[in-house]
Nanobody, 117 residues
Framework: QVQLVESGGGLVQPGGSLRLSCAASRNIFNTHDTGWYRQAPGKQRELVARISFIGKANVQDSVKGRFSISTDNAKNTMYLEMNNLKPADTALYSC???????????WGQGTQVTVSS
């Protein structure tokens, strides 16, 4: 089992920045693909960025150049650095870990990001 806990969300003005954190209960980044998803009201959940168990990172086209994903194995934590935030980025952001070697698939409870003036 893996527990994931997100933090770092909040209210920010357009053009501002936030860093989201996803703390895992144990070291998972060498065995799990991990990613950040978001869901805005009335919309489907979408993948924002992901990093594979071998460290290959990808971000969605709509956030490319503004968001970046990273992991810190020593802290068992994944980050989503978000810059130049736009109102369209407003959503509940959740982290996910999917095992490459078992059926394990885990979600955090989410952290709300609101971009508004």
């Amino acid at each position: 089992q893996v527990q994931l806990v997100e933090s770092g969300g909040g209210l920010v003005q357009p053009g501002g920045s936030l860093r989201l954190s996803c703390a895992a209960s144990r070291n998972i980044f060498n065995t799990h693909d991990t990613g950040w998803y978001r869901q805005a009201p009335g919309k489907q959940r979408e993948l924002v960025a992901r990093i594979s168990f071998i460290g290959k990172a990808n971000v969605q086209d709509s956030v490319k150049g503004r968001f970046s994903i990273s992991t810190d194995n020593a802290k068992n934590t994944m980050y989503l650095e978000m810059n130049n935030l736009k109102p369209a980025d407003t959503a509940l952001y959740s982290c996910n870990a999917h095992s490459r070697f078992s059926n394990g698939d885990y979600w955090g409870q989410g952290t709300q990001v609101t971009v508004s003036s």
